[in-house]
């Protein structure tokens, strides 16, 4: 499994990247929401999931890697393409910009989108120290990034300007999440190898949180909020 994310009536997706599919999960089953191998030219990695279930999942190809969109119908379309290994995504809130990690392209790319797809493709931060993996969106706009192999998460604005950096003390750099009390908990995922069938029988990743000063962009949990 790799990309995981909610649909609004509940349902968990998840990707399976070896497969090439996503997987809906209700509970106590998987069923397969769709089969994208005839569309993803390699295994699949992220995804993120906007307010009206749409789906998009990266396909990822060292180059010409794909992110493919899942609609509410379980349709499927490529709607971006020539990526450089597509990882981490995350949608603005007003679900008008997705940033995709081009992890080999050691970039962030954001693009416009629309009913029709993704469109008006623009450089977000570029010539990065590390390959970038996962993403986490905060409510000015800055995007905690994984830098897997420079060994930290550092938080870049648009145009590459990084304000904030949390080391990893030498241990790969995976994914994050904002969540939490007043969204404000940063959760960073590491490990001991950025590869994961290297990591096959071993229990050496783990998640660390601290507390930031920036919020993050999901919904707030009220019973946190309220106390």
Known sequence: PSGLGFRPDGTLLVVSTEARQVLAYDGDRFTVVADLAGLAPAPLGDMVVDGTGRAYVGSQARECGVVIRIDADNSATVVAA??????????????????????????LTAFTVDDSGLSGRR??????????????????????????????????????????????????????ALGGPENKTLFLLSSTDAYP????GTKLSRVDKLTVEVAGTGPLDREAHHH
């Open 197 to 200: 069938e290297r990591l096959r």
């Open 82 to 107: 020539d990526l450089d290994f597509p990882n981490g995504m995350v949608l603005t809130p007003d679900g008008a910009t997705l940033i995709v990690a081009e992890s080999t392209g050691r970039r």
């Open 123 to 176: 450089v977000f931060a570029d010539a990065l120290e590390g390959p970038p993996d996962g993403l986490a969106l905060d409510v000015e706009g800055g995007v905690w990034t994984a830098m897997t192999l420079a060994y930290r998460f550092d938080r870049i604005v648009e145009g590459g300007t990084v304000t904030d950096r949390v080391e990893t003390g030498g241990r790969v750099a995976i994914a994050c």
